[in-house]
């Protein structure tokens, strides 16, 4: 997944978050509907997610220094992180707040909306403000919507969607995706939530859909907060990934074996990469060297993800993880190695 496309699904988010958010408010402040004020909180989180967002890809491109050495690919997996501590904590925990404080409280009843506005007297039921508002939040999110499966779905190989995003690297499409379906899902609770207490003139329904909201959009910062995390704490490469290293290792001359191969994604586009190889016998001291060198470009030639490859002399490694990489090569295509 390009830096590029990453940046331009979340740029495209935050454009119509602001719009959607600005809508929102307006709506929830002249209707008194708890749903739509939840949802306008949601709106919100979502545009300090993207801003935040935005934040850890211009972090993450500074160069290495002796404070950090390995350089700053991680804050590309901080700040999502951070990202889903806000949506469950402003995003969700609030729409519960406010969703259960209504159930339990005296219902307020629906506000009529009666102004003149440039020599036109308008008088309706704020609830109409509500469908409107609603109606074009639905129209931008699904725009938005659109900008991120297209990406993810380029650069998921095939793979299922739940597949993909519990494999991925790059947390940001796959982030910012299940924020525009979680934002699609939520209006259509706010909306149904709307109209029921339209109909039936029962405050309890505006209630239940900001607590549904609310529940909601937990459930899904709890599931960002676990990908994340996993990768904080540190994720190896794909199989396919270590699959194709382990060949191109194997492959040059003087090389007998990998005995054992770590990896540790830093960030989407970086990588470690430690092997423990056994040379072919009787191979000169002075030898290792150059085959060391030579194997150390071969791998970052074709795989540019591979930063920072250690390579250690040992005939006896742990190769677990050699095992399991080695029954994909021949499998592998060169597109799905270097993409």
Known sequence: MTAEGSKKVVIAALAGNLAITA????????????????????????????????????LAVRAADAR?????????????????????????????YEGIGHLVSAP??????????????LNFSSNVLNYAVLGASVFFESMSFRVAMREF???????????????ARDPTVPLVLAEDTTALIGLSVALVAVVLRGITGVAMWDALGSLLIGLLLAAVAVALA??????????AASIEDQARALEIAESTEGVERVTQILSLHLGP????????????????????????????????DKMPRMRKIFIEVDAHGDDRNVAAARALIGKLTDDEATS
């Open 68 to 96: 950090y050495p390995f350089g700053r690919a991680s804050e590309l997996y901080f700040w999502p992180f951070v990202v889903a501590l806000m949506l469950f904590s402003l995003g969700g925990a609030f729409g519960m």
């Open 108 to 121: 307020e009843p629906l506000k009529v909306f009666d102004h003149t506005i440039f020599g036109v007297h």
């Open 226 to 235: 676990s990908v994340t995390h996993g990768l904080l704490i540190g994720k």
């Open 269 to 300: 586009e970086v990588i470690i990469l430690a092997l423990k190889v056994a040379f072919k016998p009787g191979t000169a001291v002075e030898q290792v060297e150059d085959i060391t060198n030579g194997m150390e470009k071969r791998i970052r």
């Open 153 to 167: 779905k380029r650069t998921s190989k095939g793979k299922g969607l739940a597949r993909a995003f519990l494999e």
């Open 23 to 58: 809508c929102k408010f307006s709506a929830a402040l002249l209707s008194g509907s708890t749903a739509t004020l939840a949802e306008a909180v949601h709106s919100l989180a979502d545009s300090g997610n993207q801003a935040l967002l935005l934040v850890g890809m211009r």
